[in-house]
T-cell receptor, first 114, second 111 residues
């Protein structure tokens, strides 16, 4: 079954404690991206990757890092989380250049930073 | 950059009625316009999309129309059912690799 898998699904942590949210896709997609979803603001892109070792900033990259060492994996790293990063996060993948293709989303990771 | 406005933010209809959600975009270079449905506890899922060389596309009870001149596109759902209740997002992309999403419409279908 084609899918995008995120872990963990829920996390409560404290300010300053580094955390990583993993994302994996099994569709051999070139393009992967991370979004955050906040009430009333819709989905905003944090970072995207066109392929292995190629990453670029989205609209709201501050406070986040990513890496793309393998095609299937695209982890999101919060080096020093702060309360304003409390949000619902989605990983997505798509074929080709990504921006102009249908995206497949994971089921989300709800982060609470205290 | 691109700006996408989506209306209404909430839409309440009776089962069997039609529902229409509208989006406008600002970047004339945008050429891909998908619609996603998000159910509670799930990620958004593509339900229909349209490209700028097409004016209308239909898939059973769902249709999307695009007016490039006016820079707006709409989602039409006919014969609504309770399982259509969800949050719907429009998006626009083309000028860059970053798709821009609308803020979402919460559709409630009353049985």
């Amino acid at each position: 079954e084609a899918q995008v898998t995120q872990n963990p699904r829920y996390l409560i942590t404290v300010t300053g404690k580094k955390l990583t949210v993993t994302c994996s896709q099994n569709m051999n997609h070139e393009y992967m991206s991370w979004y955050r979803q906040d009430p009333g603001l819709g989905l905003r892109q944090i970072y995207y990757s066109m392929n292995v070792e190629v990453t670029d900033k989205g609209d709201v990259p501050e406070g986040y890092k990513v890496s793309r060492k393998e095609k299937r994996n695209f982890p999101l790293i919060l080096e020093s989380p702060s309360p304003n990063q409390t949000s619902l996060y989605f990983c997505a993948s798509s074929s080709g250049s990504g921006g102009n293709q249908p995206q497949h989303f994971g089921d989300g990771t709800r982060l609470s930073i205290l | 950059g691109e700006n996408v406005e989506q209306h209404p933010s909430t839409l309440s209809v009776q089962e069997g009625d039609s529902a229409v959600i509208k989006c406008t975009y600002s970047d004339s270079a945008s050429n891909y316009f998908p619609w996603y449905k998000q159910e509670l506890g799930k990620g958004p899922q593509l339900i229909i999309d349209i490209r700028s060389n097409v004016g209308e596309k239909k898939d059973q009870r769902i249709a999307v129309t695009l007016n490039k001149t006016a820079k707006h596109f709409s989602l039409h759902i006919t014969e609504t059912q309770p399982e259509d209740s969800a949050v719907y997002f429009c998006a626009a992309s083309g000028g860059s690799y970053i798709p821009t999403f609308g803020r979402g419409t919460s559709l409630i279908v009353h049985p």
